[in-house]
């Protein structure tokens, strides 16, 4: 069988979130959990408006999730520690003949990070392919979905950061990677970057998931995080991102960044890149910063005859992460 990861903008079936459930993710207080759950259900609520929606929710959570969830969302109770099925959730593909697969990677905390509880989510991936009827892909390679992107024509971006982690694949080298992303999702070229952003390579980061980073609308173009000001740490790493993918062949697009550089914890790593595409669709995070109006321009203009939705993303940020990290697309099979 020969699996192929579609663009996240071909068809979908449906779209799957988690449900936070425990820890740093609801916080110390009820008003931080109240938080953390409105911003989870603003974006399930979102996605219900365009496609089908499942949300993962754990057994604790079975009577509060539907009180912030819009009727349409359907639940799929199964033990969680995390909420961010992007990562700890499978990475569907399609087979040759038009099966529907779910990559099961290795996932281990971001690299067995100390913070991190992984337990359950490491077991998530066969759960959410069952209930999806998808065939199981099995890999030894420890990814997350974050860390990968595709033009669903056999490109993929990456970073060095993660793929090559030696808290995630000690010994592995890049051929070893390529190979595997070769035989899992059909990428026959991959495009390394070196480096995520900046406050997500740090303590309660990812260590530098692209996809905050770069994405590819459509075959040959990239849209790439632009940090315009020079006293942001980012600014460096977007010309970097810049100059390797433009020498790579794309027409790079720079999509602004926030004009906020820092809240309390220090250089934000908010980003519009960080968007969620739907059928017929486009759920982008916003900061309430004087970027966004720009930023959503842009957005409409890459993805033409898509609705751009905004929701705000600050939240979601707070804890690790946005959009696109709390989602995880399911392709339409023929």
Same mark, same amino acid.
């Given at each position: 069988?020969?699996? *192929?990861?579609?663009?996240?903008? =071909?068809?979908?079936?449906?779209?799957?979130?988690?449900?936070?459930?425990?820890?740093?993710?609801?916080? @110390?207080?009820?008003?931080?959990?109240?938080?953390?759950?409105?911003?989870?259900?603003?974006?399930?609520?979102?996605?219900?408006?365009?496609?089908? $929606?499942?949300?993962?929710?754990?057994?604790?959570?079975?009577?509060?999730?539907?009180?912030?969830?819009?009727?349409?969302?359907?639940?799929?109770?199964?033990?969680?520690?995390?909420?961010?099925?992007?990562?700890?959730?499978?990475?569907?593909?399609?087979? @040759?003949?038009?099966?529907?697969?779910?990559?099961?990677? $290795?996932?281990?905390?971001?690299?067995?990070?100390?913070?991190?509880?992984?337990?359950?989510?490491?077991?998530? %991936? /066969?759960?959410?392919?069952?209930?999806?009827?998808?065939?199981?892909?099995?890999?030894?390679?420890?990814?997350?979905?974050?860390?990968?992107?595709?033009?669903? *024509?056999?490109?993929?971006?990456?970073?060095?950061?993660?793929?090559?982690?030696?808290?995630?694949?000690?010994?592995?080298?890049?051929?070893?990677?390529?190979?595997?992303?070769?035989?899992?999702?059909?990428?026959?070229?991959?495009?390394?970057?070196?480096?995520?952003?900046?406050?997500?390579?740090?303590?309660?980061?990812?260590?530098?998931?692209?996809?905050?980073?770069?994405?590819?609308?459509? /075959?040959?173009?990239?849209?790439?995080?632009?940090?315009?000001?020079? %006293? !942001?740490?980012?600014?460096?790493?977007?010309?970097?991102?810049?100059?390797?993918?433009?020498?790579?062949?794309?027409?790079?697009?720079?999509?602004? %960044?926030?004009?906020?550089?820092?809240?309390?914890?220090?250089?934000?790593?908010?980003?519009?890149?960080?968007?969620?595409?739907?059928?017929?669709?486009?759920?982008?995070?916003?900061?309430?910063?004087?970027? =966004?109006?720009?930023?959503?321009?842009?957005?409409?203009?890459?993805?033409?005859?898509?609705?751009?939705?905004?929701?705000?993303?600050?939240?979601?940020?707070?804890?690790?992460?946005?959009? !696109?990290?709390?989602?995880?697309?399911?392709?339409?099979?023929?």
């Amino acid at each position: 069988m020969t699996w *192929r990861m579609p663009a996240e903008g =071909d068809p979908h079936e449906r779209t799957w979130l988690a449900w936070p459930t425990t820890g740093y993710t609801l916080g @110390d207080d009820a008003a931080s959990a109240q938080a953390a759950r409105r911003a989870w259900a603003a974006v399930a609520n979102a996605v219900s408006e365009f496609e089908p $929606v499942t949300v993962v929710v754990d057994p604790r959570d079975r009577e509060i999730a539907p009180d912030y969830l819009s009727g349409a969302v359907e639940l799929l109770e199964a033990p969680l520690d995390d909420a961010w099925v992007r990562d700890s959730g499978p990475t569907f593909v399609l087979g @040759d003949d038009g099966r529907l697969g779910a990559v099961d990677w $290795v996932f281990n905390g971001w690299g067995g990070q100390e913070w991190a509880s992984w337990e359950r989510d490491a077991l998530l %991936a /066969p759960i959410i392919a069952e209930s999806a009827g998808a065939e199981l892909v099995v890999s030894t390679l420890t990814n997350e979905g974050g860390g990968i992107h595709v033009d669903g *024509r056999g490109t993929v971006l990456l970073t060095g950061a993660v793929q090559l982690d030696p808290g995630r694949n000690p010994g592995w080298s890049m051929a070893e990677v390529e190979a595997e992303l070769a035989r899992t999702i059909g990428a026959t070229r991959a495009i390394w970057l070196p480096r995520g952003l900046t406050r997500d390579s740090e303590r309660y980061g990812t260590r530098g998931h692209v996809d905050i980073v770069a994405t590819m609308p459509q /075959p040959g173009r990239v849209l790439v995080h632009g940090q315009r000001d020079a %006293a !942001h740490p980012d600014h460096l790493v977007s010309a970097e991102a810049v100059r390797i993918l433009g020498d790579a062949g794309l027409e790079v697009v720079a999509l602004p %960044a926030p004009r906020t550089l820092r809240d309390a914890g220090g250089w934000v790593d908010w980003s519009y890149v960080n968007h969620a595409l739907v059928n017929g669709g486009v759920i982008a995070g916003v900061f309430d910063d004087p970027a =966004d109006e720009e930023a959503l321009e842009v957005l409409g203009a890459a993805y033409p005859g898509r609705e751009v939705v905004a929701v705000d993303a600050r939240e979601l940020f707070a804890r690790g992460g946005g959009v !696109h990290c709390i989602t995880q697309h399911q392709p339409r099979t023929r």
